[in-house]
């Protein structure tokens, strides 16, 4: 009897073990793909037919938020919420700026650009992924006035900082070795096809060769660390309800930072960058830039960023007063920006529901077995 409760003990015991590593199990053999944590469809609206449980609207917009993290998986760590480029914020490039020159030698005006070159909005999202590693995945989404003739759409992910004043024109700021930028070409007018590329600044200026080239977002979870898609068909975003979005007027694009900095031996990821949504008047590579959104600060919660130690507060004299424990070293959670939401994926659930939840009780049940030979045994005899 004493051996048979032993077995079951065992049994018991790794049943549970299992039921509890199972998130993590499921989670290691998960690849970080960047269409399987957000959608990269070509609109802003939520497919419920499909994997990934966010797109634009569950971050920035007014649909039902994106679930909440869990330590097990991955979810969204920030976003900037909608950075609109109109009204009296409407500023755009002027006096020869290029992204071949360095920052200081950028011009800005008041003025705005050429339709086709007219930003409207623009938001971005970090998401942590859903796998063993935590990749940082980086999401950029667009929108422009027009869609006559071919054009460009890009973003620069920078680790320093700049900003242009419109009323003295000059743009204040450097590029650092490292910075990258994500440029979108779209291809004749108002198709839908679109090529990405990224390129990096490099100690002697903008590279003339990109780092990455993809023809275009599949839709079919491909491991690619960085693809593009343009809108299809109308949209009408719900942050803005008059816009009406004609093919190709919005782009979004996504890219696993994790995996593209370990391919190309780019280091750590920076825990900031300086973002800078920007059209360009051609696809020409030395064209004149055309349209920018104001360079935003975006945290990219890579696991190399840690927060400078935060003193313990002093314990309040109120006995019914209670403090939150600070994680000293932690990164927190930042404060929601005004029409920021966060939120999270949640792709290895589904592994933990179906396997760690009955592996689970399985254990619980074969535990509370052994617990009974075991009382079945020692009992003594009746008289």
Same mark, same amino acid.
């Given at each position: ?12 015991a790794l049943c549970a073990i299992l039921a509890l590593g199972s998130g993590v199990v499921t989670a290691a053999a998960a690849v970080a793909k960047i269409e399987s944590v957000f ?53 755009? +490039? ?32 970090? +998401? ?83 780092? +990455? ?150 254990? +619980? ?19």
């Amino acid at each position: 009897m004493k051996r048979r409760g032993a077995a079951f003990l065992t049994l018991g015991a790794l049943c549970a073990i299992l039921a509890l590593g199972s998130g993590v199990v499921t989670a290691a053999a998960a690849v970080a793909k960047i269409e399987s944590v957000f959608e990269l469809d070509g609109n802003v609206a939520h497919n419920s037919a499909t994997l990934p449980p966010c797109d634009w609207e569950n971050v920035v917009g007014n649909a039902t938020a994106c679930p909440a993290p869990t330590a097990l998986m991955g979810g969204l760590t920030g976003t900037t919420g909608v950075i609109p480029d109109s009204g009296a914020s409407d500023s755009s +490039f002027t006096g020869g700026s290029k992204d071949t020159l360095d920052i200081s030698s950028w011009h800005c005006t008041s003025k705005g650009p050429n339709a086709k070159d007219n930003l409207f909005n623009s938001y971005l999202a970090t +998401f942590s992924a859903d796998n063993s590693t935590g990749d940082v995945l980086l999401y950029l989404g667009q929108e422009r006035a027009s869609n006559n003739g071919d054009a460009f759409g890009g973003f620069w992910l920078l680790q320093g900082t700049a900003s242009c004043n419109t009323s003295v024109g000059n743009w204040v700021g450097a590029h650092v070795p490292g910075d990258l930028l994500v440029q979108t070409n779209f291809i004749h007018g108002g198709g839908t096809a679109v090529v990405t590329h990224i390129y990096q600044w490099t100690a002697t200026g903008l590279s003339a060769s990109a780092l +990455f080239t993809n023809a275009g977002c599949t839709g079919s979870l491909t491991d690619d660390p960085s693809c593009s898609v343009v809108n299809g068909s109308d949209i009408s975003p719900s942050w803005d309800s008059s816009a009406v979005l004609a093919p190709p007027e919005f782009a979004e694009t996504g890219i696993d930072l994790t995996q593209f900095y370990s391919a190309h031996s780019l280091g750590s990821i920076p825990c900031t960058f300086t973002v800078i949504s920007e059209t360009r008047e051609s696809q020409s590579f030395d064209a004149e830039l055309g349209d920018y959104v104001a360079p935003t600060a975006v945290p990219t919660h890579a696991s190399n960023c840690v927060a400078p130690p935060v003193p313990s507060p002093t314990p309040s004299p109120s006995p019914s007063a209670s403090t939150q424990p600070v994680s000293v070293g932690s990164t927190p959670t930042p404060a929601a920006a005004e029409g920021t939401t966060l939120a999270s994926t949640g792709g290895s659930q589904l592994g933990f529901l179906f396997i760690g939840i009955p592996l689970m009780l399985l254990g +619980f049940i074969l535990l509370g077995l052994s617990v009974r030979v075991e009382v079945v045994r020692k009992d003594p005899p009746r008289t």
